[in-house]
C-alpha cells in the first residue's frame, strides 16, 4: 500500500510542477510577445498556454485514473488518461490551425513591424532551459508508469523546445533584415518560423493521437502476445499458452491467459503453478494484472 501511495505521490507531483512551469512560461512569453510584436513568440504564449491546459487536465486525469476499481468501473478508472491524451492532442491541432492562419495572414496580407531586443532571445532562452528540464521528468514518470496523459504532457513541453529553437532562428532572421538592406527577405522569417512551428507541433501529436485511439480501442501492444506465450510456455507444468487477450486501461495492463495443464493434479497444485505464471509474466510486465485460467490436458484413447 505504502508503495502505492508513493507512485500516486510522483505522478502528483511532477504533474504539478508542470503546471506551475507551463503559468510562468506562458505568462512570460505573452508579455515579451506584446511588447516585440513577434507572432513567433506569441505563437509560442499560445503553445506555453496549451501547455498549462494539458498540464491542468493531465492533474485530474491522473488523480482520477489512481482511483480503485468500483461496482461500475471495474476495471478501474484508468481510461480517463487516454481519454485526457486525446483531448491534449485535439487541443494542440486547433492551436495549429491558429498559427498557421496568422502565419499566411502577415506573410500575404498584414505586415507586422517586430521590434528584435535581447528580451525577446532571454524568454526564449529561458523557456527552452524549463521546457527540458521539465520534460525529461514527465517522460521519466511516463515511461515508469507507462501513463499516455503524462506522455502527452511531456510531449507539449518538447516540442516546445525544438519550436523555441524555430522561434530563435525566426528573430535572428529578422534581425539581420534590419542590419542589412539586401537581407530584407528575411523580414518574414518570424511568420514562417510559426509555420514551422505548428508543422513540428502537428507531426509530432498525430503520431501520439494514434497511440491514444489505439488504447482506447483495446489494440493490443505489438509483439508482447508472442512474448507472454513464450515465457509462460517454458514453465515446467505448462502444456501451453492460448487465448491471450491484453488490454491497456491507462498505465495499466490486463492479461488474461489460457494455460494446458495436467488435469490429474491436486487443486492447491494447479493454483500454486498459476501463481508461479503470474510472476513470470511480471517479469515482462511488473504492474500487469493477470488472470490465468487452467485447462486440463484431455485425455487420449489409447
Known amino acids: 500500500m505504502s508503495k502505492l501511495l508513493e507512485n500516486k505521490n510522483e505522478k502528483w507531483s511532477v504533474t504539478l510542477l508542470s503546471v506551475l512551469a507551463a503559468i510562468g512560461l506562458t505568462s512570460l512569453k505573452i508579455i515579451i510577445g506584446l511588447i516585440t510584436g513577434s507572432l513567433g513568440i506569441l505563437a509560442e504564449a499560445a503553445h506555453s498556454g496549451l501547455d498549462l491546459?494539458?498540464?491542468?487536465?493531465?492533474?485530474?486525469?491522473?488523480?482520477?485514473?489512481?482511483?480503485?476499481?468500483?461496482?461500475?468501473?471495474?476495471?478501474?478508472?484508468?481510461?480517463?488518461?487516454?481519454?485526457?491524451?486525446?483531448?491534449?492532442?485535439?487541443?494542440?491541432?486547433?492551436?495549429?490551425?491558429?498559427?498557421?492562419?496568422?502565419?499566411?495572414?502577415?506573410?500575404?496580407?498584414h505586415e507586422v513591424h517586430l521590434e528584435v531586443n535581447f528580451w525577446s532571445f532571454a524568454v526564449m532562452g529561458v523557456s527552452i532551459a524549463v521546457d527540458i528540464s521539465r520534460s525529461r521528468a514527465l517522460y521519466r514518470v511516463?515511461?515508469?508508469?507507462?501513463?499516455?496523459?503524462?506522455?502527452?504532457?511531456?510531449?507539449?513541453f518538447r516540442t516546445d523546445i525544438w519550436s523555441s529553437g524555430v522561434v530563435i532562428l525566426g528573430l535572428i532572421c529578422v534581425w539581420l533584415s534590419g542590419k542589412a538592406k539586401n537581407l530584407s527577405f528575411l523580414n518574414h522569417a518570424d511568420s514562417i518560423a510559426a509555420i514551422g512551428v505548428a508543422i513540428i507541433v502537428f507531426y509530432i501529436s498525430g503520431r501520439l493521437v494514434v497511440r491514444t485511439i489505439q488504447a482506447l480501442l483495446d489494440v493490443a501492444?505489438?509483439?508482447?502476445?508472442?512474448?507472454?506465450?513464450?515465457?509462460?510456455?517454458?514453465l515446467p507444468g505448462v502444456i501451453n499458452c492460448h487465448d491471450v487477450r491484453?488490454?491497456?486501461?491507462?498505465?495499466?495492463?490486463?492479461?488474461?491467459?489460457?494455460?494446458?495443464?495436467?488435469?490429474?493434479?491436486?487443486?492447491?497444485?494447479?493454483?500454486?503453478?498459476?501463481?508461479?505464471?503470474?510472476?513470470?509474466?511480471?517479469?515482462?510486465?511488473?504492474?500487469?494484472?493477470?488472470?490465468?485460467?487452467?485447462?486440463?490436458?484431455?485425455?487420449?484413447?489409447?
Open 53 to 109: 491546459v494539458a498540464s491542468l487536465m493531465t492533474l485530474f486525469a491522473v488523480r482520477i485514473a489512481d482511483r480503485p476499481p468500483d461496482h461500475t468501473h471495474h476495471y478501474g478508472h484508468g481510461k480517463v488518461e487516454n481519454l485526457s491524451a486525446l483531448l491534449e492532442t485535439l487541443l494542440l491541432f486547433i492551436v495549429c490551425g491558429w498559427i498557421v492562419y496568422e502565419s499566411i495572414d502577415r506573410l500575404l496580407y
Open 246 to 302: 491484453l488490454r491497456f486501461s491507462g498505465s495499466k495492463l490486463f492479461v488474461d491467459i489460457h494455460v494446458l495443464v495436467d488435469g490429474n493434479q491436486t487443486l492447491k497444485d494447479a493454483h500454486d503453478l498459476t501463481e508461479v505464471i503470474e510472476e513470470s509474466i511480471r517479469d515482462i510486465i511488473p504492474l500487469a494484472d493477470i488472470i490465468v485460467h487452467p485447462e486440463p490436458k484431455p485425455e487420449t484413447n489409447c
Open 142 to 156: 511516463a515511461h515508469k508508469f507507462h501513463s499516455q496523459a503524462i506522455e502527452a504532457d511531456a510531449l507539449h
Open 221 to 234: 501492444p505489438s509483439g508482447l502476445r508472442r512474448k507472454i506465450i513464450t515465457q509462460v510456455e517454458k
